[in-house]
Antibody, heavy 124, light 107 residues
Framework: QLQLQKSGPGLVKPSETLSLTCTVSGGSISSSSHYWGWVRQPPGKGLEWIGSIYNSENTYYNPSLESRVTISTDTSKNQFSLRLTSVTAADTAVYYC????????????????WGQGTMVTVSS | EIVMTQSPATLSVSPGERATLSCGASQSVNSHLAWYQQKPGQAPRLLIYGASTRDTGIPARFSGSGSGTEFALTVSSLQPEDFAVYYCQQYNSWPWTFGQGTKVEIK
């Protein structure tokens, strides 16, 4: 059974870069037709999709974050990563990695597998 | 960007009663809509995708309906473990977007 394990620092200073990694176990990140993605949730607020990567090379980002975000995969480590530059207090949130699944029409987007959420605080 | 609007913000229901949550999209998302349940301190749990398909292991008391711009999640008989926050999400077009959530609380 596929599982996701997130890792990364819980505290990042303003203007610095937030880097998180999600390790995939129970399957290969480079299997065909696989999407992977990141979602965040500020304290007491709702869910925000950050971005997704498809087949390890096609990336899609939330326009509100696009200038600062990069999602990539490392097939040798079976991992995918999130990099968010120039962080501010507004980036303080619980960050989740996840795997969307396809529906009957072949559209991907519903996250059925989630990594554990970890609070990332932006503070000096 | 497609805006997802959920109503009501809070729904007070007694255990055993039926609950219906609504989700509207600012433009058509066809049937590319998912529903999640989230409890405090936990990751969201996928309940419904494709607007009406229950995910693996989801009890039959959860059902989804709708297409285009209007969707609903119905819980036929609320169990104590169903009191939580529910989110809808469209994945018809980029960027994928979530509704702001409906909190289902015990009446």
């Amino acid at each position: 059974q596929l599982q996701l394990q997130k890792s990364g620092p819980g505290l990042v200073k303003p203007s610095e870069t937030l880097s998180l990694t999600c390790t995939v176990s129970g399957g290969s990140i480079s299997s065909s037709s696989h999407y992977w993605g990141w979602v965040r949730q500020p304290p007491g607020k709702g869910l925000e999709w950050i971005g997704s990567i498809y087949n390890s090379e096609n990336t899609y980002y939330n326009p509100s974050l696009e200038s600062r975000v990069t999602i990539s995969t490392d097939t040798s480590k079976n991992q995918f990563s999130l990099r968010l530059t120039s962080v501010t207090a507004a980036d303080t949130a619980v960050y989740y990695c996840g795997k969307p699944k396809p529906d009957s029409t072949g559209y991907y987007g519903a996250f059925d597998i989630w990594g554990q959420g970890t609070m990332v605080t932006v503070s000096s | 960007e497609i805006v997802m609007t959920q109503s009501p913000a809070t729904l007070s229901v007694s255990p055993g009663e039926r609950a219906t949550l609504s989700c509207g999209a600012s433009q058509s998302v066809n049937s590319h809509l998912a529903w999640y349940q989230q409890k405090p301190g936990q990751a969201p749990r996928l309940l419904i995708y494709g607007a009406s398909t229950r995910d693996t292991g989801i009890p039959a008391r959860f059902s989804g309906s709708g297409s285009g711009t209007e969707f609903a999640l119905t819980v036929s008989s609320l169990q104590p473990e169903d009191f939580a926050v529910y989110y809808c999400q469209q994945y018809n077009s980029w960027p994928w977007t979530f509704g702001q959530g409906t909190k289902v609380e015990i009446k």
